[in-house]
């Protein structure tokens, strides 16, 4: 099953847009995530929605931060960005009336429920400052390669 990069990939452009000086356009973040702009676009506005980012239309236009890092949990952009499943297992429901898939998926919804409250709990807990601050703020950003802008 393939990963949902979402969440991932917007935390990093967040934390480049906080310490990029101006705007971002959906070009430019599109290029550094190797991204169509238009998916950016409408990912960006679901960010907007929630009150993250502010854009401006024209030229020298673009995308940046209304709220400071600091301000910004794991649990906000997760959210934002749709609240992607965390899990790629799940209840199969092959034989709705047997007895035993009931017993199994009842107990991995269960189990998957704990899981994802204990995971939104940490979520809450980590702002994009604290993830930026696992890097430096100029210069090798770490595997000998420089990320773009």
């Avoid at 009150?51 to 890092?69: C, N, Q």
């Avoid at 301000?71 to 047997?98: H, K, Q, W």
């Avoid at 709990?121 to 100029?138: E, H, I, M, Y």
Wanted: glycine letters at 12%.
């Amino acid at each position: 099953m393939r990963q949902d990069g979402r969440l991932s990939r917007m935390l990093h452009v967040l934390i480049h847009m906080g310490r990029h000086e101006g705007a971002m356009t959906s070009e430019v973040i599109a290029q550094m995530l190797d991204a169509n702009p238009v998916v950016i676009r409408r990912t960006m506005a679901g960010l907007r929605d929630e009150g993250y980012v502010s854009s401006v239309k024209g030229h020298g236009g673009g995308w940046t931060l209304a709220r400071p890092l600091e301000e910004l949990t794991l649990l906000d952009i997760y959210r934002a960005v749709g609240e992607p499943s965390i899990f790629a297992v799940g209840p199969a429901y092959d034989m709705p009336g047997c007895p035993i898939e009931q017993a199994v998926n009842g107990t991995l919804k269960e189990v998957f429920t704990e899981a994802e409250e204990l995971l939104r709990k940490r979520f809450s807990g980590v702002t994009l400052a604290d993830v930026a601050r696992a890097f430096p703020r100029t210069g090798d950003q770490g595997g000998g390669q420089r990320c773009a802008p």
